[in-house]
């Protein structure tokens, strides 16, 4: 039985002794004991014989790497909180990092101002719930299908919570702008999920008329309509004990919403043009650009189907928000569009680089693909110039667009103050949101300088 200090215990676990050396001077806080292991060996031991609060390890060490250790290291002390680093972590170690009960996962880049934040949140959790157990499931190896690119830590997080969610049958409510990659998150939480050896099936809500989606989605019998030559399944019948992926859930109408809302009660449907009642085993994952509360209030969406799609939200944030993604994007894209087409290499240039980040990209990875596509078709050389990028306009915002917005903000506004006052703090606190609390970049956003910025929010 571990012993139990009167402070809590960090150990390091890194083979490069200058990083432990840094952390250790970076993390010394009073009540709080360090301990340092260059191998994942000696590391278990130091857990087996002391009380851990939490572990920072690397990914890559010997004789097994960290992902191993976080396995063991919980096996050994379920309470111990364990944080994993790694110098690029893929799509598939994050998840399935998270899956086995780590933590978290960082970048060793960005250590630096990420590290001690994160220490901090985690040995507060473990003085929030001292006593609590924490189960840990060891689930199987995914084979690593799924191809999401990005090293924001916005996205990581997506990473993280896909690998939480995958695990249990809940609904889960994809978010996002056109062309964020929904459809990409739902296959992840599929093929992390214990239903990856049955299908997923895709329905567009959106792209199929009110008249052929109910049968569409449950299936016909023969002669139930015109058309109908004979008796056909349904998707939810197709998808029985796998995933059904009902994308733009928010443009489906509001007489198919009520029958969606019964099979997710109680799984059980009809087939059009049937009496009988079918049951089936199906985790439903829906995706939407709209926003659906707002949708709920105009009538357009019922409101007890949202709560009920609702229940896990994973939000993807748009391409603009996380502008440290756009070179690994458009490089995996090059590569591929280039080896697809049996073309010579094309490499991007750093001017290229920087206008493709300046962009805003209103049609986020989609948007991103598509131009270097079209890059490649015209380039004329093996690197990518400024020249050579063609970036579409951002549509203009018509008079009745921005007639709508003031008449929406005018409606929301408290009835207290001066309207304008309320808006110009509202709009600076929103540009501070999407600047990741940078006021420089919330300032730029707003065109205006920083200095003012700061009036305005000391305000």
């Excluded at 299908?145 to 249990?168: D, H, N, T, W």
């Excluded at 890059?375 to 093996?382: G, I, K, T, V, Y």
Aim: hydrophobic fraction near 45%; proline fraction near 5%; charge should be negative.
């Amino acid at each position: 039985m571990p012993e139990a200090p009167a402070e809590d215990t960090l150990l390091l676990v890194d083979p490069d002794l200058d990083f432990l050396e840094w952390a250790t001077k970076h993390l010394a806080a009073k009540d709080l004991r360090i301990l340092r292991c260059d191998n994942a060996a000696n590391a278990l031991k130091v857990i087996e014989k002391t009380d851990v609060a939490v572990v920072v390890a690397a990914m890559e060490m010997e004789p097994f790497d960290g992902m191993e250790l976080l396995g063991r290291a919980l096996q050994q002390s379920p309470q111990t909180l364990v944080i994993l680093t790694a110098g690029f972590p893929t799509t598939g170690q994050i998840i399935e990092a998270t899956q086995r009960g780590a933590h978290d996962v960082l970048r060793k880049e960005s250590l630096a101002f990420e590290l001690r934040p994160v220490v901090e949140s985690a040995l507060q959790t473990q003085e929030d719930r001292r006593s609590a157990d924490r189960p840990v499931a060891e689930l199987p190896k995914n084979d690593g299908r799924v191809k999401m690119i990005g090293v924001s830590r916005a996205l990581q997080e997506v990473f993280k919570l896909v690998g939480r969610v995958a695990r249990s049958d809940a609904p889960v409510l994809i978010a996002g702008e056109s062309g964020t990659g929904k459809e990409l998150v739902a296959k992840a939480v599929h093929e992390y999920s214990p239903r990856r050896q049955k299908e997923m099936i895709t329905i567009n809500c959106g792209a199929i008329p009110e008249n052929l989606l109910e049968s569409e989605l449950f299936g016909h019998e023969k002669g139930s309509f015109t058309g109908a030559i004979a008796r056909r399944a349904g998707r939810f019948e197709q998808a029985d004990g796998g995933t059904l992926f009902l994308d733009e859930i928010g443009d489906m109408p509001l007489s198919i919403q009520v029958k969606l809302l019964r099979v997710l009660q109680d799984g059980s449907f009809s087939r059009v043009g049937s009496n009988e009642t079918i049951t089936t085993d199906v985790r439903i994952i829906a995706a939407t650009h709209k926003n659906l509360s707002e949708e709920v209030a105009a009538g357009r969406f019922r409101e007890d189907l949202y709560y009920r799609l609702n229940v896990v939200e994973i939000r993807i944030p748009p391409l603009r928000e996380r502008v440290e993604d756009i070179p690994l994007l458009a490089e995996f894209f090059l590569q591929r569009i280039t080896r697809k087409n049996g073309m010579a290499r094309i490499r991007l240039s750093a001017e290229a680089v920087n206008v493709l980040q300046s962009h805003t990209w209103p049609g986020n990875v989609r948007e991103l693909e598509n131009t270097i596509a079209r890059a490649c078709a015209l380039a004329s050389s093996s690197i990518l110039l400024p020249s050579d990028i063609p970036l579409a306009s951002a549509p203009a915002k018509s008079p009745a667009m921005v007639s709508q917005a003031i008449d929406h903000l005018i409606n929301v506004a408290p009835t207290d103050g001066s309207l304008l006052d309320w808006i110009a703090r509202e709009t600076a606190g929103r540009a501070l949101d999407l600047g990741a609390g940078d006021i420089k970049e919330a300032a730029a956003m707003l065109r205006i300088p920083a200095a003012e910025l700061r009036k305005l929010l000391a305000r």
